[in-house]
């Protein structure tokens, strides 16, 4: 069965005309080049909401734990100079000028801040099976929607670099890429009333979405890049986008990432 697109006037608005990327068809073994449109868009109707209150007491929690994380020090062993001598450089040094003469190096530590650097991209199926109930009370996007709001509140109070995006497609050529939150962005009620205006809709065409994800996160500067997504299914949309096709595609644009140096992470939402 075919979804029909909303009116231009009820759908999301389209940030630009949208971004060609190739997608792997499998029992040819190659790219097909310029085969995807990724159409970015913004919620329509997000206004400006805080933290819904039954999050309140898990947000806490986890900045209070990130918190920990980003005061945390480390020793850097073997330096010329430092607040304490490095015993076991000092003992290595001892025994080697015992049996022949041995030029001096580093025998002290020193104590550094952290020294985290690490740019991180939260990419969420929002694709209509995600309208689908996980237990009595909470549907799978209710479940995102939760999960992407605690995950920023944690990032921002760490200060590490983070975005949210959200995708979800109707054939290859409206792969829709939602901007919840750009690395450039400040986390505020803007951000946290777009992630509570999300609806789920349409089809998974996720090799298209992590090329594009892909694309973002590479593009900072940090030498650490983590890409996590969020699904509670595989990937499909209607125009042979299924089974093997879709499989294969995915794990194509995961290899991809990875040669990039990006360490893909895939979190998935089921009752087990």
Not at 107 to 120: C, E, F, P, Q
Not at 174 to 193: A, C, L, M, P, S
Not at 257 to 265: D, I, R
Request: aromatic content about 8%; some cysteine.
């Amino acid at each position: 069965i075919d979804l029909d697109l909303p009116s231009a006037s009820e759908d999301d608005l389209p940030l630009a005309e949208g971004i060609k990327f190739p997608e792997w068809h499998y029992k040819k073994q190659r790219l097909e080049p310029e085969r995807c449109l990724v159409v970015p868009m913004l919620p329509k109707e997000s206004t400006p909401k805080p933290l819904p209150v039954k999050l309140q007491k898990t947000a806490r929690m986890l900045q209070t734990q990130f918190e920990q994380l980003r005061t945390t020090r480390y020793w850097l062993k073997s330096q010329p100079q430092g607040e304490e001598l490095d015993i076991p450089a000092w003992l290595d040094f001892h025994i080697e000028s015992q049996r022949s003469p041995t030029e001096e190096r580093g025998l002290y530590k020193s104590l550094r801040g952290n020294n985290r650097d690490i740019a991180t991209l939260l990419l969420a199926d929002i694709s209509m099976s995600t309208d689908a109930y996980i237990n009595d009370n909470n549907r799978v996007i209710d479940v995102i929607q939760d999960a992407m709001m605690l995950f920023g509140e944690a990032l921002n109070t760490l200060g590490d670099p983070f975005a949210m995006y959200g995708f979800s497609s109707v054939k290859r050529s409206n792969v829709r890429f939602n901007v919840i939150k750009n690395f450039n962005e400040v986390y505020t009620d803007d951000i946290r009333g777009r992630i509570q205006s999300m609806r789920p809709g349409f089809y998974t065409r996720m090799g298209a979405a992590i090329r594009q994800a892909t694309k973002i996160l590479n593009e900072q500067r940090s030498t650490q890049k983590l890409l996590l997504i969020v699904t509670d299914g595989k990937p499909n949309d209607i125009d042979h986008y299924e089974g093997r096709f879709g499989i294969e595609d995915t794990k194509q644009a995961i290899k991809e990432a990875k040669k990039l140096g990006l360490k893909p992470f895939c979190i998935t939402i089921d009752q087990e």
